[in-house]
């Protein structure tokens, strides 16, 4: 499975869009990216996917660069809720159940 | 929301003790899991379920047992607690139709065992 690199920490102001970025240069063809959020002693929520278009749903959107080295996941608005660790993880889906496992992710903290 | 539910939230209860961790989800998701995970650390996956009466064991050794005899609930077994199993444990589910890294995860138990 492809390594990720996040930036540890971020700040974003309440009602502004949060971009979070992730690398992950050595992503191979098969391979989906999914971002995964944990606020703090909850259950991880999954947030989207892709494989190389954007993706958009009612939480975030996903923006792949075409060589699908690095990924942008952006909340448009974000709000005091929205404060949490991301993951970005890389994964070949082949169908069987297999470890969901987080690197450690970007702390996004939302500032009112 | 996904409809994902686990009681109790928060348990603490004496060495030896048999317990069971519940968890429900009415999504009709034939895909079950069982992490573990502690503070600030990684999750673990302990046990899996690819619908009625199929379970296997995860990527991390555990004490506990699990069941599956209806589609929407898959219960933890712990047959005597001990301190060891002081853990955060987190169910989740996935539709067997969509990716397999597409999981939704209940609110988990915190438990406690002294």
């Known amino acids: 499975d492809a390594k990720t690199t996040q930036p540890p920490s971020m700040d974003c102001a309440e009602g502004r869009a949060a971009n979070l970025p992730c690398n992950h240069s050595t992503i191979s063809g098969n391979e989906y990216v999914y971002w995964y959020r944990q606020i703090h002693s909850q259950g991880p929520q999954y947030i989207i996917h892709g494989l190389k278009n954007n993706e958009t749903n009612e939480m975030a959107s996903l923006i792949i660069t075409e060589d699908r080295k690095s990924s942008t996941l952006i909340l448009p608005h974000a709000t005091l809720r929205d404060t949490a660790v991301y993951y970005c993880?890389?994964?070949?889906?082949?169908?069987?159940?297999?470890?969901?496992?987080f690197g450690s992710g970007t702390q996004l903290t939302v500032l009112p | 929301e996904a409809d994902i539910y686990q009681t109790p939230r928060y348990l603490v209860i004496g060495t030896g003790k048999k317990i069971t961790l519940e968890c429900s989800q009415t999504?009709?998701?034939?895909?079950m899991y069982w992490y573990q995970q502690d503070p600030g650390m990684e999750l673990h996956l302990i046990h899996y379920?690819?619908?009625?009466?199929?379970?296997e064991k995860g990527d991390l050794s555990s004490e506990s047992t699990v069941s599956r005899i209806r589609t929407e609930h898959f219960p933890l077994t712990l047959e005597s607690a001990r301190p060891s199993h002081t853990s955060q444990y987190l169910c989740?589910?996935?539709?067997?139709?969509?990716?397999?890294?597409?999981?939704?995860f209940g609110p988990g138990t915190r438990l406690t065992v002294t």
């Open positions: 999504m009709g998701h034939d895909k």
């Open positions: 989740a589910s996935s539709d067997p139709t969509a990716n397999t890294y597409e999981q939704y």
């Open positions: 379920s690819y619908g009625v009466n199929s379970t």
């Open positions: 993880i890389v994964r070949v889906d082949d169908g069987s159940a297999r470890q969901l496992t």
